[in-house]
């Protein structure tokens, strides 16, 4: 479907909720994006892909605990869905048989 | 509060600013401010533990501004039913513009079309007529934009034109002398092509065999033919170069010549000369500046005429011709403008000062592009010209289509309360926004669709009308696919224009509201309605101000009084031989009895062809030798036959033989020149002794029926004559005295058709300008009207039915019909008012400007704003009450009886 393609943010947010796992909600995933990526990371544009993605249904969300530092508020955590597995696995695909069938001389010497 | 950036570990007493809270809490949407509110509140103090209070608050805030994004208040979405897709990549979206799905919205615009058929109607029908408004003046506008396009060299063809200065105006002409052509084609190489012309009205007789033809045609220079592309159908390349010949048109050579092949035939002209037809030319579009329906060489006329040949060649004071130049490729005009600026003044400047101190002739070139709309001139500035009337149309039909519109938004919204359960339903079944909007865009875009298919009928049927209105001859290029393109895409604007709001507005509806039965259409529904309903009158009254004050002006030029008598007065172009007979055809007329006086002058009765400065008179300085008089050249018995009254003196007389140098002047001239005892002046001009005879009062044969009148001189010419006038007996009926009159011309004139104009009718042609603006104001006017009443109506029906039953318990109570009747017209006949207060000023201010333009003019009394003010109302009220007395006589049982 052409409408429901995964962005490459989208892909990246999508990985990340995956590798936290159990404690997957923004802030969270905010953090983690900032130091892997290495460059800061804006809340708003996390938490609207994270809308996204469960709009397109590949991440399911729930409340987890409220902590003092929210001051007593509930936090969002997400879950990947099966059909966020597949998605992932599908962009995973593509890259692979991308990867796979560059010819050597295309990245000149270096790769030689 | 503390806000040291070193307490690093004061986190949970730190507060995040309490107006970024506070906003947040505000525009966030319910089902995300609980967890956005933590997320930002934990992030806050980690960054408060991390950088610091003061920094973390920075951030807070600057955190709050990217959030801000739709998704931030947008609501949750209303739980739909979706099919559960295990496969990420089945997961279907609902498509709104799918096939299956577009059918459906057609099929259901067709029900709510047949279901409602009195509203379907006035919306099919309103749009229908603004539609054909608008593409009539959208061909109009076309027709006049495009004039001249055919010419291939459009883009560099002059007509050369000449400012000068008389009496302290200056004043810009086309007229030019003889010798300017040569002088530019010879000695400026900025030229690629000169032709001059001759621009007096040319009809002449042609003859072929015994047959004769009153054709129009001009003197013109050989280059024309490549100047202006002209398309040879037939004959020489180079048609003009023998000045023995003649160009045809197809048309005038079919009239002469049948299916015959005109080259090389014989054409007579004037009973005086034989030309050879050495080409037929494609007749020219009406819209085309240069008409004719043939053409003669430049050099015919030195060949004909002597004073040509003597005089006018070398004449560069008699401005008589005209020129037209083609620039070379890439030259830019105004260079050319500088080079040429001087060139009568060199000519004339050694031998007359005042030329250089006072006339001062300056020549430039006005480009082809703008010879049509761009023709006036103040000044010597080009300052428009008919171009604001296609200004002005385009605004009326752009408006004509916008009321088009509003009246089909306030129609749907006003329906919207009964399709408010529809869409609740629709919504409650599972269809998104989305399919909502498709469905009632495809609804107005189908009404627009028939609508166009009904304006396009209209368009058709009343072309013929329009053309008549319009003196064009204007027609749809079916063919043409940029008009199918711009025809479609018109409609799918107007349909998307028209279905808009209510598209937007009725997909907005809650569901739950609705079915509830909550809802309830409030304020915020009708103040925009009533917004459209004023702006929609605002332009009909402004309109209708306007065109009535269109109609008054024109009405004050017709009632003008002009000094002479046009009804039953006739001019016939002069010949040769009816000059060589005029005695016997004066003896033969007068004894007919049909003729009650008959005259020879220069200029038909309703216009002058001459005017001339360099006057002298007792009193008057060097300036005063500059000021222009309008020339009329008679003889004997001008004043009876035009049936003037003079002021003081006498007309020419038989019995005066010093009459031969007489002059006649009217009461502006004696104004200009300051004469106290006018008759017995004497005055000089063209080297001769004048004497004043007799004052007339101002004769109005100005070009325009509004302007002031010049100062004149009517001359005693004995040859300068063009036309002869008689005065038909008014105890005889025109066309009895026609009758008799056209055989002792026939006699004395062999070599023309007889044909005469009628002074009272070439007077009414000079109104065409007001009078097509008045009609084309009219026709706009009523049809603005017409759908602003239309809709209206509808709106009336449906206040009417939505307040059924508050009317039903208000007649139970009591209430009478007339109250009632009150009561539903009262918020119509407000908004009216409000309307008319808004248009008023507005037209007032417009139509000053119009007004500006004219010498002889009205001035706008207050009369008509209360006029037009009480014909709204009226018009108003008769659209109203019809609905709103069907409301008030409805039998309150049945009205009451459901609940």
């Known amino acids: 479907m052409k409408g429901a393609q995964l962005g490459e943010f989208e892909e990246i947010v999508l990985l990340t909720i995956a590798l936290l796992y159990d404690d997957a909600y923004s802030v969270a995933v905010m953090e983690e994006l900032s130091n892997r990526l290495e460059r800061p990371m804006r809340l708003g544009a996390v938490h609207r892909t994270m809308q996204r993605l469960e709009e397109k249904e590949l991440v399911q969300s729930r409340f987890g605990e409220s902590t003092a530092e929210r001051g007593g508020r509930r936090k969002r955590l997400f879950t990947v869905t099966t059909a966020g597995e597949q998605a992932l696995q599908e962009a995973r695909k593509i890259r692979n048989d991308l990867w796979a069938d560059i010819p050597k001389a295309a990245f000149g010497g270096s790769l030689a | ?899």
Request: aromatic share 12%; charged share 20%; proline share 5%.
């Open chain 2, 1 to 899: 509060m503390k806000s040291t950036p070193t307490t690093h570990n004061a986190g949970q007493n730190v507060k995040p600013p309490r107006w970024a809270n506070w906003l947040m809490e505000r525009i966030t949407a319910p089902h995300l401010r609980e967890e956005l509110q933590g997320d930002m509140e934990e992030l806050f103090h980690r960054r408060a533990h991390r950088h610091g209070a003061t920094k973390a608050r920075f951030m807070y805030a600057w955190d709050l501004l990217l959030l801000i994004h739709p998704r931030l208040w947008r609501r949750e979405p209303e739980p739909t039913f979706k099919p559960r897709y295990t496969k990420y990549s089945d997961v279907s979206k609902p498509l709104s513009f799918h096939p299956v799905m577009v059918r459906n919205y057609l099929k259901l615009a067709f029900r709510n079309l047949t279901k409602y058929k009195g509203y379907s109607a006035i919306n099919i029908a309103g749009l229908a007529v603004g539609m054909a408004v608008t593409m009539l003046i959208g061909i109009w506008i076309q027709d006049e934009v495009s004039a001249n396009k055919h010419h291939k060299n459009y883009e560099t063809l002059y007509q050369v034109k000449l400012n000068q200065t008389f009496d302290g105006q200056r004043g810009t002409q086309d007229a030019i002398p003889f010798p300017l052509g040569d002088e530019l084609k010879t000695k400026y190489p900025d030229f690629k092509a000169v032709a001059m012309y001759q621009r007096s009205e040319g009809t002449r007789s042609l003859i072929v065999g015994d047959q004769k033809f009153l054709k129009n045609g001009i003197y013109i220079g050989q280059d024309a033919i490549d100047m202006f592309s002209l398309s040879i159908l037939n004959g020489d390349r180079n048609p003009l170069k023998e000045p023995y010949s003649i160009v045809l048109t197809d048309e005038t050579a079919r009239t002469l010549f049948g299916n015959q092949d005109p080259i090389g035939k014989i054409v007579r002209i004037d009973n005086s000369v034989d030309l050879k037809v050495t080409a037929v030319v494609a007749k020219q579009p009406a819209n085309a500046t240069l008409q004719f329906d043939y053409l003669l060489p430049w050099q015919l006329q030195e060949a004909r005429f002597d004073w040509v040949r003597n005089k006018a060649k070398t004449d560069w004071r008699n401005n008589d011709w005209g020129v037209f130049a083609q620039l070379k490729e890439g030259i830019d005009p105004a260079q050319t403008n500088a080079k040429i600026k001087d060139v009568i003044l060199t000519h004339l400047a050694a031998n007359d000062p005042t030329s250089r101190n006072q006339v001062k002739p300056e020549v430039f070139l006005h480009p082809m592009a703008k010879w049509r709309l761009y023709s006036e001139f103040t000044d010597g500035k080009n300052t428009g010209g008919f171009i604001k009337y296609v200004r002005l149309f385009s605004i009326f039909g752009l408006f004509i289509l916008v009321i088009a519109c509003i009246n089909f938004m306030n129609l749907s919204t006003a329906r919207s309360e009964k399709r408010a359960k529809e869409v609740g339903v629709r919504k409650a079944v599972g269809s998104g926004r989305e399919q909502l909007i498709g469905q009632f865009l495809s609804e107005s875009i189908l009404i627009a669709g028939m609508a166009l298919v009904i304006a396009l009928v209209i368009v058709l049927a009343s072309l013929p009308f329009f053309n008549t209105l319009t003196e064009k001859s204007m027609t749809i290029e079916f063919g043409n696919p940029l008009l199918w393109g711009g025809t479609l895409a018109f409609t799918l604007f107007t349909g998307l224009l028209a279905g808009s709001y209510p598209a937007l507005y009725l997909s907005s509806f809650s569901p739950v509201k609705i079915l509830k039965g909550t809802f309830q259409v409030g304020k915020g529904a009708t103040l925009p309605r009533k917004i459209l309903v004023v702006v929609q009158f605002a332009f009909s009254i402004s309109l209708m101000i306007g065109t009535i004050i269109i109609y008054q002006q024109l009405e004050h030029g017709k009632n003008r009084p002009l000094g002479f008598t046009k009804a039953g007065l006739i001019s016939i172009n002069s010949s040769k031989s009816l000059l060589d007979h005029y005695d016997a055809l004066r003896d033969e007329l007068m004894a007919t009895g049909a003729v009650s006086s008959i005259c020879k002058t220069n200029a038909p009765p309703t216009q002058w062809w001459s005017s001339n400065s360099g006057w002298k008179w007792k009193g008057a300085g060097p300036a005063d030798e500059s000021v222009i008089f309008t020339t009329i050249a008679t003889s004997y018995d001008y004043t009876k036959t035009m049936g003037i009254k003079l002021k003081e003196g006498r007309d020419f007389s038989r019995a005066f033989a010093t009459d031969s140098a007489g002059v006649i002047l009217n009461e502006a001239a004696v104004k200009r020149m300051g004469l106290k005892h006018p008759v017995g002046e004497r005055m000089r001009w063209a080297n001769r002794d004048w004497t004043v005879v007799g004052v007339v009062p101002d004769i109005v044969v100005e070009w325009s029926p509004y302007r002031a009148v010049a100062p004149m001189t009517i001359i005693f010419a004995k040859d300068w004559v063009n036309f002869i006038d008689l005065r038909i007996n008014p105890a005889m009926s025109p066309s009895a005295a026609i009758d008799k009159i056209q055989p002792i011309f026939d006699k004395y004139n062999p070599a023309y058709p007889f044909d005469y104009q009628f002074a009272d009718v070439e007077y009414a042609k000079k109104f065409r300008y007001e009078e097509l603006v008045g009609n084309l104001s009219a026709v706009v006017c009523l049809l603005a009207i017409f759908i602003s009443c239309l809709g209206l109506f509808g709106l009336a029906s449906f206040i009417a039915e939505q307040r059924t039953k508050e009317i039903g318990v208000r007649k139970v109570l009591g209430a009478s019909i007339a109250n009632l009747w009150g009561l539903l017209s009262k918020d119509f006949v407000q908004l009216v008012i409000i309307a008319c207060l808004i248009a008023s000023p507005i037209a007032w201010y417009a139509m000053n400007q119009w007004l500006e333009s004219y010498t002889y003019k009205i001035t706008i009394h207050i009369s008509v704003f209360v006029g037009v003010l009480a014909i709204a109302l009226l018009i108003t009220l008769l659209t109203v009450s019809y609905q709103a007395l069907k409301a008030a006589l409805l039998n309150p049982v049945k009205t009451l009886r459901s609940e």
